[in-house]
Structure formats: structure tokens, C-alpha cells
């Protein structure tokens, strides 16, 4: 019974973050969240000078490094190391698994982001190189879905409460800390990376979901 609930609750959560990003969608592409995306983002310039983050230069370089975990080349080096520590230890399908859910998750978030096709800010200086549409943040939404699944899964196979929070914890804070550095460097609008939080979030706890449907029939370890 609690097998079920817990599997009830997941699919609940993933139907909330879809539909919050649907909402969201369609809020941004009537452009009724232009108003709040400005506001926002000019929180993290300087009143005097919106060309220059808030902070001294060390907080700005920080930010860049924040930024870097949620890129793609260290996202595949990441999702490709775990796959290769759980194929060590035997565990050749979730390894699998592993791969085949955080690199849908990626092509997800390029299909998304040509669809939507939204310009970036042009409110203040990009202080990183850009080169594809806004909606939804690739960095936010690919963060949530390497992050949280990886900590998912390897939450699951904790027996400590303790572990388990710190793990989730953990896969947390690294999404919320990429989203908003993405922000701070001007790259995105805040929608954008509210819409690729639940959308990666949805991915993630799907995946999730999955895995644990697949491990109960003996499919994965």
C-alpha cells in the first residue's frame, strides 16, 4: 500500500510541473510575464548602472563557474561517469538507464527550446557567450533532469533518511544555484528558468517513476 501511494504521489507531482509549464508557456508567449521578467532581472544590476551585476568581480566569476555545472559538456561528463561507476559494480541496465534518461532529457530540451524559439534579454550585457533561444533554460532544465535523477536513483538505494535528504538535498541546491546564476549573468529571463525547473523536474520524477516500476519487475538492479 505504501508502494502505491508513493507511486501516486510521484505521478501527481509530474502532472503539477507539467501543467505548471504549460501555464507558463503560454503565459510567456502572450508576453504577459514581461513586466515581472524585467523587474527581476534588473534585481541583480546595479541601480546606478544596469550593465554591471550586483557584487564585486569574484561573485560575478562565481557565477560563471556555477554556471558551467549546468553545460552540457559537464552534464554528459557527469551522467557518462555514473554510468561507468554503476557498469563497474555490475548494474549494466540502470547504467544504461542512466544514459538513455538524461540524454532524452536533453533532446527534450532542445525540441523545446526550437519551438518556442524566444529571443534572449536584451535588457542588459550577456556575460557569457549565448548561441541558441531563450525558453526554456537548457542550463535549468537539464540541471534538474541530470541532477535530480541521478540523486533519485541514488537516493533509492539508501537505506539511511539521513543519506537519502542529503542526496536530494544536494541535487536540489545544484539545480536552484545553475538556474539563478543564469539569471544573474543576464543570459535569461526568470521565466525562463522557472519553465526549465518543472519541466526538468516533471523529466526527472518520470524517469524516476519509471526506474522504479522497472526495478520492482527485476529489468533494472
Known sequence: MLRERGALLALLIVLFAAWAFVELSDEVVDGSTAAADEFVLLLFRSPHDRTDPLGPDWIEETARDVTGLGGVGVLTFITFAMAGFLALQGKRHLAAYVIVAVGTGMVLSVLLKAG??????????????????SFPSGHSMMSAVTYLTLGALLASAQSSWLLKGYLLGLAALLTVAVGISRVYLGVHWPTDVLG???????????????ARYLRRRGRIE
Request: hydrophobic share 50%; proline share 9%.
Open 196 to 210: 526549465g525547473w518543472a519541466a526538468g523536474a516533471a523529466w526527472a520524477l518520470a524517469c524516476w517513476t519509471v
Open 116 to 133: 518556442f524559439d524566444r529571443p534572449r534579454p536584451d535588457l542588459v550585457p550577456h556575460a557569457q557567450v549565448v548561441y541558441t533561444s
